[in-house]
């Protein structure tokens, strides 16, 4: 069914955005250089997710389209935002004529021609090189594999394909961002959009395939990872208007007339917008004096929701947040290291050891191969080493390494992020990528490792003995050895049958999230009781759903 796919891939692609925001801020030069249109669309998505989060199971199309128009519209921030929400309104809206319970090629191309409809009506003086191109690009596409008989399939890996590169050709449309060297904010910010819900459609979750890499159809991403070398932009004037004035409008009258209070806002100032149907409206322009445009509204109705920002505050903002990424390039180094860790303690730890770039993620909250392959160029080495530090998360991390077309990359295959640190206390800095690889594999044999965790569903234990939610679970080297009801009583009896298997001298110990100082204290002192031969090295991990997580070598 349509609509359960759109609630089930929104919010997927959604937070893929929302990771890209501070990328897509970067980007922006057009029509201000104020650094936030990550944020605005991110933002309106965002409202989408709740609202269509709140349906009924089992909603129709033209219940989730109403949601989707009404919860971007009030959501919507910024002159990408609002933007954005017509789009949202337009395809959510073109879907609900689809006939069956799949959307085809034709259903896909009608939605996109929807979305160009309404888009290009909420905006009165359309710009070339900006969002709207990439949509009606998109849309023009979808147009030629309807007429293909394509599958659906083939039309949304298609529109993927040209929405990336239809933003490399931007610059090439409009010349501040030529001036600049980047593509359009709102054009890159749509396509990560359609690209991840894309790929949460066809089981991806939503991730991003590399920013450096190609896809099908002529390498579109490498287009545009060509042209966005974001330059510091230390001559913009400003704009003529200052305060970007966004707010929502509730209409007194019926005979509210939209097109006067448009005419009204472009005597004021300029990216003027008004969206929405009576009584409910966003408003947005750009302009000197939002004191009168809001006193002109509150003759027509109700006011609320008012957002005013200053653009000349902003886009300094932003052209210092560039300068301090540029000036912390510096030189690059020969060999660096990425790890993933899932507490704030672990991060801490595993920098201190050396580690460049922490990804964070752990049990649960997989990083995708594109957050791994971001890691490695920020970095800034030629050779760089990952250690997943969680077996569900090896697949990625060497993903990443046929993704990297120019950084060298290896994988020491780390399970746990106390196999990380042994393997950093392995590394050489002065040795070969591929020297350092084999010695970081020999330390990670040495560690046996365990964590303690709560049972989330009925299971079993290695032995056969069953295993109730709620239960608190053992678990050495992956398997569950040890159950029981106390996260204290769980660990002493796992690291006894562990020392019991074969002795070990040092015992390293993370307190996670869920344990409090006191209570580790009381466990540290009990296991010295039991175990006095064995040297403790104790941390706070702050890692999630794991109280304890250690390694004795």
Not at 52 to 77: C, D, F, N, W, Y
Not at 322 to 327: F, G, L, N
Not at 479 to 505: K, Y
Request: proline letters at 4%; one cysteine or more.
């Amino acid at each position: 069914m349509i609509a359960n796919s759109i609630r089930a891939c929104f919010p997927a692609a959604a937070q893929v955005v929302a990771d890209k925001a501070d990328e897509i801020n970067k980007l922006n030069v057009f029509p201000v250089p104020d650094g936030d249109t990550g944020t605005n669309m991110s933002l309106t998505l965002g409202t989408v997710v709740k609202e269509i989060q709140s349906l009924p199971e089992g909603a129709s199309m033209a219940a989730v389209a109403k949601a989707i128009t009404h919860g971007s519209l009030m959501g919507a921030r910024g002159n990408s935002g609002v933007i954005t929400s017509q789009i949202l309104r337009g395809i959510a809206e073109g879907l609900v004529g689809a006939k069956g319970p799949d959307a085809t090629a034709a259903d896909i191309a009608a939605a996109l021609r929807t979305g160009v409809k309404v888009a290009f009506k909420a905006v009165r003086k359309p710009v070339e090189g900006t969002i709207l191109t990439v949509l009606k690009d998109v849309s023009a596409r979808a147009d030629q594999m309807e007429k293909a008989k394509a599958t659906p399939a083939e039309a949304l890996d298609a529109i993927v394909t040209e929405a990336y590169e239809s933003v490399a050709r931007t610059p090439d449309l409009l010349p501040v961002l030529k001036e600049n060297g980047v593509v359009d904010s709102g054009a890159y910010g749509l396509a990560v959009f359609i690209e991840a819900f894309v790929n949460a459609f066809e089981g991806k979750s939503g991730e991003l395939t590399d920013f450096k890499t190609t896809v099908e159809a002529g390498g579109a991403k490498a287009h545009v990872a060509d042209v966005v070398d974001i330059e510091i932009n230390d001559d913009w004037e400003g704009s003529e208007y200052r305060y970007c004035t966004e707010f929502l409008f509730r209409a007194d009258s019926p005979q509210f007339d939209e097109e006067a209070c448009l005419k009204f806002f472009t005597t004021m100032g300029d990216c003027e917008l008004l969206v929405g149907t009576n009584p409910d409206y966003k408003c947005h322009v750009h302009t000197n004096r939002p004191d009168r445009v809001l006193r002109h509204m509150l003759h027509h109705g109700q006011v609320y929701n008012v957002f005013v920002h200053n653009m000349d505050i902003e886009a300094q903002e932003r052209t210092e947040s560039i300068r301090e990424d540029k000036a912390s390039d510096g030189p690059q180094k020969e060999l660096g290291f990425v790890a993933v860790a899932a507490g704030s303690g672990e991060a801490d730890i595993l920098t201190s050891l050396g580690v460049d770039v922490i990804v964070s993620g752990g049990q649960t909250m997989n990083p995708s191969t594109a957050d791994i392959v971001d890691a490695v160029h920020r970095a800034h080495a030629r050779s760089v080493i990952v250690l997943p530090d969680n077996g569900n998360i090896r697949m990625a991390a060497e993903a990443a390494v046929s993704a990297c077309d120019d950084v060298r990359v290896g994988v020491v295959p780390t399970k746990t992020v106390p196999q990380g640190f042994a393997a950093m206390f392995a590394a050489d800095v002065e040795a070969s990528l591929e020297d350092n690889i084999e010695a970081m594999g020999e330390a990670i044999k040495e560690v046996r490792d365990g964590e303690v965790t709560t049972a989330v569903r009925d299971s079993s234990a290695v032995d056969g003995s069953p295993i109730h939610v709620g239960d608190v679970m053992g678990i050495e080297g992956g398997a569950i050895q040890v159950v029981g009801s106390d996260v204290q009583q769980v660990t002493l009896d796992l690291i006894n049958r562990m020392q019991d298997d074969e002795e070990g001298d040092t015992l390293t110990i993370l307190a996670g999230a869920d344990m409090g100082d006191e209570a580790f204290s009381v466990l540290l002192a009990a296991i010295e009781q039991a175990q006095p031969d064995l040297e403790i090295d104790s941390h706070r991990g702050e890692q999630p759903l794991y109280p304890v997580v250690f390694s004795i070598e």
